[in-house]
């Protein structure tokens, strides 16, 4: 499985951005996909997930203002992050795990998120 992240860029506090996360592959809609993130100098944390079912897992710090889709059509993952902080500026990346595993063992590239206070 190969994962390309996009949509990510400069915004003021308060505003919007949509991540996508392109997925090769014809397994796409058995894949949990998660979104993470990595601020300078801290560890790469979770963010958010969706797993083959829909059901959506969120880090307490973002739910409320961040949604993560996804559409197997088009074998794509989206998370519409709102109410954006400038502790929210982070390198972005998606990943993917098969159903039941606890490590992610596929990574895209990362997106970069800055939010301006």
């Known amino acids: 499985v190969q994962l390309q992240a996009s949509g990510g860029g400069l915004v003021q506090a308060g505003g919007s951005l949509r991540l996508s996360c392109a997925a090769s592959?014809?397994?796409?809609?058995?894949?949990?996909m998660g979104w993470f993130r990595q601020a300078p100098g801290k560890e790469r944390e979770f963010v958010s997930a969706?797993?083959?079912?829909?059901?959506?897992y969120y880090a307490d710090s973002v739910k409320g203002r961040f949604t993560i889709s996804r559409d197997n059509a088009q074998n794509t993952v989206y998370l519409q992050m709102n109410s954006l902080k400038p502790e929210d500026t982070a390198v972005h990346y998606c990943?993917?795990?098969?159903?039941?595993?606890?490590?992610?063992?596929?990574w895209g590239r990362g997106t970069l998120v800055t939010v301006s206070s």
């Open positions: 990943g993917a795990k098969t159903y039941g595993r606890v490590k992610y063992d596929y």
């Open positions: 969706i797993d083959f079912s829909g059901s959506t």
């Open positions: 592959g014809r397994t796409f809609s058995t894949y949990t």
